[in-house]
C-alpha cells in the first residue's frame, strides 16, 4: 500500500515538472511578429473634427392636387319586393332571374277568376244608372221630377261609376308590373302557386344610377359640399366618376363620422351592388414632395417628419403631412420647394448637428443651398 502511494507521488512530479518546464519555455518560442494586433491598431486615429457624412438626394416640390381619400362600397338605390295585392294564382312568371326589366314590365299574371265578369256587371250597372239619371234632367225640365229624386239618380249613377272603378282596379291587380327599371334578383312565386295580399312575386333592383357610399370623418366633411367631383376605383378593376349628392349632417354615435353617398352613371349595367370602392374627392392644388416611407421618423412628441439639410449643412426635423400614399411612393407637404432630403445615414444624426453631404453619386455637396 505505502509502495503504491510512492509511486503515485513520483508520477505526480514528473508531470508537474514537464508542465513547467513548457510554460517557462513558451514566452522564447513566440516570435513577437506574430502576436495578434488588437481591432484599435488596425485603424487610423480620426481627426476630432471630422464631420459625419450622410447621403442627401434634391428634390423639388410638384404640382399635386390634394384629395380626400375615403373608403366605401357601391350600392343599389333601391331594392324592392313586389308584392302582390290581390288573392289568386299565378298562371303566369313572366320574367327570370337576372333579367332586366323595364318600367311596367310585367312579373308575374294571377287569374282574373271572375273578375272580368264583375268588370262587364259594374259597366251594365253604369249604362242603367246613366240612363235613369239623363232620363230624370228630361222629366226635371217638363217639371214633373223631384228635386230628390234627381239627386237620388244622380248618387245612383255616381256609385256605378265607383263600382266599375273598383272592379277595372282588381282586374288590372291581377298582372303585378314592375315599378321601376331595374334587374330581377330573385324569383319567389312560380306557376300553379297560390297568392295572398302581400305575398311576394320577385326581388327587383335599381340599379341606375349606382350608389357609391362612404363614411367622413369630421376633420374632412366640412371640405366637401354636394355637387363635388368623385373619382373612385372598384375592387374590381373599374374606375368611376360620379357626383356628391348626399353628406349627412349627423354623426355615428361611435364612429363619429358622417354618412356620404355619390351618384354614378350605370346605365350600361356594368357595377354590381355592394363591392368595395376607394373614393377620391378632389381639393385644392398643392406644392408636394414624393419621398419614400421607409424615410419618416417620428420626433419626441410622436408627429411624423424627415430630416433635410438645411443652407449651413445642419440637420433639420421637419414636420409633413402625407396628401397621397401611392405605390410609387407618399406625396408629402411641409417641406421647403427645392429640399436636400437625407436619404442615407439619418438614424444617427440629430437635429442642429452638422454634417458633411455626399450626393448619390458620392462626390461631396457641402454648404449647397437650400431653399
Given at each position: 500500500?505505502r ?7 513520483l ?14 519555455s513558451g ?5 513577437p511578429?506574430?502576436?495578434?494586433v488588437l481591432a ?12 459625419p457624412?450622410?447621403r442627401v438626394?434634391?428634390i423639388?416640390?410638384?404640382p399635386?392636387?390634394?384629395r ?6 357601391t ?10 295585392e290581390i288573392t ?8 327570370e ?8 314590365a310585367?312579373l308575374?299574371?294571377?287569374?282574373d277568376?271572375d273578375?272580368?265578369?264583375a268588370?262587364?256587371e259594374?259597366?251594365?250597372m253604369?249604362?242603367?244608372a ?9 222629366l226635371?225640365?217638363?217639371g214633373?221630377?223631384?228635386?230628390t229624386?234627381?239627386?237620388q239618380?244622380?248618387?245612383s249613377?255616381?256609385a ?5 272603378r273598383?272592379a ?5 291587380r291581377?298582372e ?5 327599371a331595374?334587374?330581377v334578383?330573385?324569383?319567389?312565386a312560380?306557376?300553379?302557386?297560390y297568392l295572398?295580399?302581400g305575398?311576394?312575386?320577385?326581388t327587383?333592383l ?7 357610399t362612404?363614411r367622413?370623418t ?6 366637401i ?5 368623385v373619382n373612385?376605383?372598384?375592387?374590381t ?6 357626383i356628391?349628392s348626399?353628406?349627412g349632417?349627423?354623426?355615428?354615435n361611435?364612429?363619429?363620422?358622417y354618412?356620404?353617398e ?7 349595367y ?8 376607394t ?7 398643392v406644392q408636394a ?8 421618423a417620428?420626433?419626441?412628441?410622436g408627429r ?6 438645411d443652407d449651413r449643412d445642419?440637420?433639420?426635423f ?5 396628401i397621397e ?7 408629402i407637404?411641409?417641406?421647403?420647394d ?5 436619404i442615407?445615414?439619418?438614424?444617427s ?7 458633411e453631404?455626399v450626393?448619390?453619386s458620392?462626390?461631396?455637396a457641402?454648404?449647397s443651398?437650400?431653399?
Amino acid at each position: 500500500m505505502r509502495k503504491n502511494l510512492i509511486t503515485a507521488f513520483l508520477i505526480a512530479a514528473a508531470i508537474g515538472l514537464w508542465l513547467l518546464s513548457g510554460l517557462l519555455s513558451g514566452d522564447e518560442a513566440v516570435d513577437p511578429d506574430t502576436r495578434p494586433v488588437l481591432a484599435e491598431q488596425s485603424f487610423e486615429p480620426r481627426e476630432k473634427n471630422e464631420l459625419p457624412r450622410v447621403r442627401v438626394r434634391e428634390i423639388e416640390a410638384e404640382p399635386r392636387i390634394q384629395r380626400i381619400t375615403l373608403r366605401g362600397r357601391t350600392a343599389n338605390k333601391r331594392t324592392v319586393v313586389v308584392k302582390s295585392e290581390i288573392t289568386g294564382v299565378v298562371t303566369e312568371r313572366a320574367v327570370e332571374r337576372g333579367e332586366r326589366v323595364e318600367q311596367n314590365a310585367l312579373l308575374c299574371r294571377l287569374a282574373d277568376d271572375d273578375r272580368s265578369a264583375a268588370v262587364a256587371e259594374a259597366e251594365a250597372m253604369l249604362r242603367r244608372a246613366t240612363l235613369e239619371y239623363e232620363g230624370s234632367q228630361r222629366l226635371k225640365e217638363k217639371g214633373l221630377q223631384s228635386d230628390t229624386a234627381i239627386a237620388q239618380a244622380e248618387a245612383s249613377q255616381a256609385a256605378a261609376e265607383a263600382v266599375l272603378r273598383r272592379a277595372r282596379l282588381n282586374l288590372a291587380r291581377t298582372e303585378i308590373r314592375a315599378p321601376f327599371a331595374g334587374m330581377v334578383e330573385e324569383i319567389h312565386a312560380n306557376s300553379g302557386d297560390y297568392l295572398s295580399p302581400g305575398g311576394d312575386c320577385v326581388t327587383l333592383l335599381d340599379l341606375d344610377p349606382m350608389l357609391l357610399t362612404a363614411r367622413v370623418t369630421e376633420r374632412d366633411v366640412s371640405a366637401i359640399e354636394k355637387g363635388d367631383s368623385v373619382n373612385a376605383r372598384i375592387a374590381t378593376g373599374q374606375e368611376v366618376t360620379g357626383i356628391v349628392s348626399f353628406v349627412g349632417r349627423q354623426s355615428d354615435n361611435q364612429t363619429r363620422t358622417y354618412a356620404l353617398e355619390a351618384t354614378v352613371d350605370n346605365s350600361d349595367y356594368a357595377l354590381r351592388s355592394g363591392v368595395t370602392a376607394t373614393l377620391f374627392i378632389a381639393r385644392d392644388e398643392v406644392q408636394a414632395h414624393r419621398v419614400s416611407p421607409a424615410l419618416f421618423a417620428l420626433d419626441d412628441a410622436g408627429r411624423v417628419g424627415v430630416r433635410i439639410l438645411d443652407d449651413r449643412d445642419q440637420v433639420e426635423f421637419r414636420h409633413i403631412t402625407i396628401i397621397e400614399d401611392t405605390p410609387n411612393g407618399a406625396w408629402i407637404t411641409g417641406l421647403p420647394d427645392r429640399t436636400r432630403l437625407i436619404i442615407v445615414g439619418q438614424e444617427s444624426v440629430v437635429p442642429g448637428q452638422r454634417v458633411e453631404p455626399v450626393t448619390e453619386s458620392g462626390t461631396v455637396a457641402s454648404r449647397s443651398a437650400s431653399s
